[in-house]
Nanobody
Framework: QLVESGGGSVQQGGSLRLSCAASGYPLDYVVIGWFRQGPGKEREVLSCISGSHGTTHTVDSVLGRFTISKADAKNTVYLQMDSLKPEDTGVYYC????????????????????WGQGTQVNVSS
């Protein structure tokens, strides 16, 4: 099970930190990805991290503003989002892929088997 938290409403330029708490399995065995679905848009990948190696991949559109990390002791993955823009508005999901490396799965949402319920982020101008 994956549970996201940390969403909310912020003004442009603000920051939020999203959390994805995993239960039922340790992060060692999965790749965790963060995805976003904006209003009227398809779900897009943002960033992924390997639970075992800590390898990360972040898409160019948010690179330098969004940072993925993990806390093994808490079995939790974070997405630090800085310099937020109105176009970052959407529902943010975390998901787990149980096979493959970060580079194998990160750009393909269908390779992620387990999804959280999502957390809403609203960025106003």
């Amino acid at each position: 099970q994956l549970v996201e938290s940390g969403g909310g409403s912020v003004q442009q330029g603000g920051s939020l930190r999203l959390s994805c708490a995993a239960s039922g399995y340790p992060l060692d065995y999965v790749v965790i990805g963060w995805f976003r679905q904006g209003p009227g848009k398809e779900r897009e990948v943002l960033s992924c991290i390997s639970g075992s190696h800590g390898t990360t991949h972040t898409v160019d559109s948010v690179l330098g503003r969004f940072t993925i990390s993990k806390a093994d002791a808490k079995n939790t993955v974070y997405l630090q989002m800085d310099s937020l823009k109105p176009e970052d508005t959407g529902v943010y999901y975390c998901a787990a892929a149980r096979t493959g490396s970060v580079h194998d799965v990160c750009d393909t949402p269908r390779k992620f088997s387990f999804w959280g319920q999502g957390t809403q982020v609203n960025v106003s101008s």
